[in-house]
């Protein structure tokens, strides 16, 4: 059982391009949401998903997109990526939205 | 809208020494509040929730909803509990928000 898996944990991007950080779970949860983890503004929810093919925005969703096409996997897309993207980014899973199961983190750089 | 607010960024303690993490939330209907913790190169995880009323790792914190509060204690600080520690809000019908954080290192 290996939770909530996120991949990669490093990448550096150059400002405009694109990428997908990948996120998957294998508890069968139903919730699943991305935050971002910035110095002195703590977790900030960015896209969450209630089930498979719903989707919601969270506090800050511009740049990103998200699709939930199976319970598991629940990868966030940055369209052209840019310098304030740079950050620790976190995938988390629940039966609840209060008990929230954290992957490792992806930490990513935009130059 | 709903807010938490951890006034301090830093907390430093010597080991043994009590140790209160403060946090503040503005809502206004009926919350249900968490402590999160993140040690070094660990996962970000679930400390304790209000509605448990449990005693995790020696840590308590009780709900105030007269000051809105939910500040995290532990009478005798051990250097283990060196770590980052969010404060969480859960409105009703609504998403996890989280507070800005607080680094607490127990010194020996």
């Known amino acids: 059982n290996a939770g909530v898996t996120q991949t990669p944990k490093f990448q550096v991007l150059k400002t405009g391009q694109s990428m997908t950080l990948q996120c998957a779970q294998d508890m069968n949860h139903e919730y699943m949401s991305w935050y971002r983890q910035d110095p002195g503004m703590g977790l900030r929810l960015i896209h969450y998903?209630?089930?498979?093919?719903?989707?919601d925005q969270g506090e800050v969703p511009n740049g990103y997109n998200v699709s939930r096409s199976t319970t598991e996997d629940f990868p966030l897309r940055l369209l052209s990526a840019a310098p304030s993207q740079t950050s620790v980014y976190f995938c988390a899973s629940s039966w609840d939205t209060g008990e929230l199961f954290f992957g490792e983190g992806s930490r990513l750089t935009v130059l | 809208a709903q807010r938490v607010t951890q006034p301090e960024k830093l907390l430093s303690v010597f080991k043994g020494a009590p140790v209160e993490l403060k946090c503040n939330y503005s809502?206004?209907?009926?919350?249900?509040l968490f402590w999160y913790v993140q040690y070094s190169r660990q996962r970000l995880q679930l400390l304790l929730r209000h509605i448990s009323r449990e005693s995790i790792k020696g840590f308590t914190a009780d709900l105030n909803k007269g000051e809105t509060s939910f500040h995290l204690k532990k009478p005798f600080a051990q250097e283990e509990d060196s770590a980052m520690y969010y404060c969480?809000?859960?409105?009703?019908?609504?998403?996890?928000?989280f507070g800005e954080g607080t680094q607490l290192t127990v010194n020996p």
């Open positions: 969480a809000l859960l409105p009703s019908g609504s998403r996890l928000t």
């Open positions: 809502y206004s209907g009926s919350p249900e």
């Open positions: 998903s209630v089930g498979a093919g719903i989707t």
